[in-house]
């Protein structure tokens, strides 16, 4: 749903579908006879508006069906869309690791991991220190 | 000490190409070719396929980092390109050893001579888990015509592959020539198969972290200087603090301090309770032992003192000998250790806890972001007459921009334990062994109580499946002079740091944290948006509402 770019298929064509409330733009709703079934099918664009819709799709009657439509606002401005500049919080390609990020989860368990000094045995041996006056 | 030579596999890395696997051959030590060495190739998948006695080939590795210059072979810095270098790495130890990260698992082969023959052991650790998997070749003596080789192939996506190449193999569970060693997925069992053409039966091991990004770096640089006069606007430099220099102080200007063997202890005493000393002695003191101002155990060979001297006291020179300090402050360099970044990101910094080990001060939390990527170096100033000391842990690191040099944690104590020679001498000792148990246990006790319920705050931010700051835990209490003598005497730093649990879809179901500026259009895959402004774009005032919630929420591009 949240996917810019979409892959339609089985795309079919209305000319005389009847638009049931003429000012809405947003969400629409169209009737259209058709004698292909379209219960599954769930978008559709409306180039007079400009835009695409994700649609519910009832079957009235016999070849009848109701469409009730909400525009996809991604994909009907995809190219103003892309040309937009804006500040970017998370990227799948694009990104720092060095910001906290709650998305990463840890084990109950840690790790413990002890590194020597290159020279660890300055204290290995014993001497007699005698001060005498 | 174990020399060995870390070639890290983690993203990034280009060890693996797509199609084909890189192998790496590794002479191990005491062959006939290469008398008490190493050597690094890297071959191509044809040749070690076709299981032929491939030609020392010549590459360049990335990433890969000597851990220990003390090579008799000249150290060769590798990189990896296109190209070809040999390199071999010689060691007079006994045991070498290579490691290959291939995060979040460790593999090494350790090169040891057991008697006539050269064994190889091949052991798998993966973090939080403790390795139990391990295999040995060994090789027997009329092998050594040729050098005995143990091939490793790491696949493209995570498989490791074992072979020992052409040798007679000695031992029930030791693979044929023809047979390569998978390292499972479970680190318990060990898997021996022949390499099939399409490798679909060999259980595979996922590298869950390799990532095919890109970091983007920091997206605010500021300028040091005003690029129109040349001012400097923002100091990023940092000056060197080092360790103290040690003045030039004699001891022997009033006492005689002198080192001392436990024979020339004896014969100091026999001569100092000799009648004819005795005499003398007692025309300055009521005591004999008055003449000693103190005997300690210094935890050290001090081998600076090197100068022959003939024991005085007062203004007799006796004939029992000894070597003699010639200053009273002295160093001890306990070389350094570095503290590298794991997970190489966040993680590194607000999750992970670091400690130092100090011998005769204990275990000193650090500050993890001071460490980080930082080499510590860790020098006392020892004062040979009373055995008291300082301790200098200095952090070099050049990073973000600021080239850092300094001693940042100091402390100091007393590491000579005291002989009492006389009775009051002992009370005094027993006295200050009971202070310090009586500090020790309410160190202890306030350990237990106040950073128990600091470990349970920290713990609910991790319970909530967040990575979040980690508490630090007292691990030891104070040292008294006396018990300094049992402690622990190796410095070592102690990183504890969390297990990252990253699905192996996350990075395209949700993306990794950002923050700059781009045209959408010019990005890929899962993307989040902070800031946008959608003026201008042709759509009502509520499909403007929601397009800014899907674009703050998530969309894929």
Known sequence: MNDLTKTLTNERIYNDARLLNSEEVERPTVTLISDVDLTGYNYAKIDDFGRSYFARVEVVRDNLYRLSLE??????????????????????????????????????????????????????????????? | MIKYIKIPIRRGTAFASVDTITAFQIDLPYSALNTSGW??????????MGIEEPTLATDLFKDIEIHNDAFNFAHIPIRFEDGVQVAYYYSRDTKSRIEFYCFPAVYSILGGRDGTNCRAWIRREDLGKTWSCSRRWAFPSDAWGVAPRIYLAVSSDGVLFLMAFGRQMIGDDNPTTTEWVVMSEDVNTVAWGIYPEN??????????????????????????????????????TSDIIGTPLIPDVDPNAFVNVYKLSALQLKAFKTELFSTSIADIVKRWWDKTTDCIVALNIAPLELEHVTRSAQIKVGT?????????????????????????????????????????????????????????????????????????????????????????????????????????????????????????????????????????????????????????????????????????????????????????????????????????????????????????NLDGIDLTASEKTRLESILKNGFYI
């Open chain 1, 71 to 133: 525009s996809d606002v991604l994909s009907s401005r995809a190219d103003a869309v892309k040309s937009l500049t804006a500040v970017i919080g998370r990227n799948s390609r694009k990104y720092n690791s060095y910001f906290h990020d709650n998305e990463l989860t840890a084990y109950s368990y840690r790790t413990v991991q002890t590194k020597l000094f290159s020279n660890p045995e300055v204290f290995a041996g014993n001497s007699y220190v005698l001060v005498t006056v």
């Open chain 2, 39 to 48: 050597s690094l190739a890297k071959h191509s998948t044809t040749q070690l």
């Open chain 2, 199 to 236: 490798g679909a039966d060999i259980e595979k091991m996922k590298l869950e972290y390799y990532f095919d990004g890109v970091e983007v770096e920091e997206t605010t640089r500021y300028d040091d200087t005003d690029v129109n006069t040349g001012e400097i606007k923002r100091d990023n």
């Open chain 2, 316 to 532: 007799h020179t006796m004939e029992a000998g000894a070597k003699q300090a010639d200053g009273v402050l002295f160093k001890v360099n306990c070389g350094t250790v570095e503290v590298r970044p794991y997970y190489e990101n966040f993680a590194d910094y607000e999750a992970t806890v670091v400690q130092c080990y100090i011998p005769f001060i204990g275990f000193i939390p650090l500050k993890t972001i001071d460490v980080m990527g930082a080499t510590l170096t860790l020098e006392y100033i020892v004062n040979i007459v009373t055995g008291d000391f300082n301790v200098f842990l200095k952090v070099a690191r050049n990073k973000f921009d600021v080239n850092l040099n300094a001693v940042l944690y100091e402390s100091s104590g007393k590491m000579f334990s005291q002989i009492p020679v006389t009775s009051s001498d002992y009370s005094s000792v027993l006295q200050g062994a009971i202070n310090t148990m009586t500090s020790t246990a309410s160190t202890v006790a306030s350990a237990t109580t106040g950073n128990v319920s600091g470990m349970i705050a920290g713990g609910s931010s991790i319970a909530s499946s967040v990575l979040g700051s980690a508490p630090a835990i007292q691990r030891s209490g104070s040292f008294g002079n006396n018990a300094s003598i049992c402690a622990m005497r190796r410095p070592f730093v102690l990183i504890e740091r969390p297990r990252i649990a990253i699905p192996s879809s996350l990075q395209d179901d949700k993306g990794f944290m950002a923050n700059f500026s781009a045209t959408l259009g010019s990005l890929e895959g899962y993307t989040e948006v902070r800031h946008v």
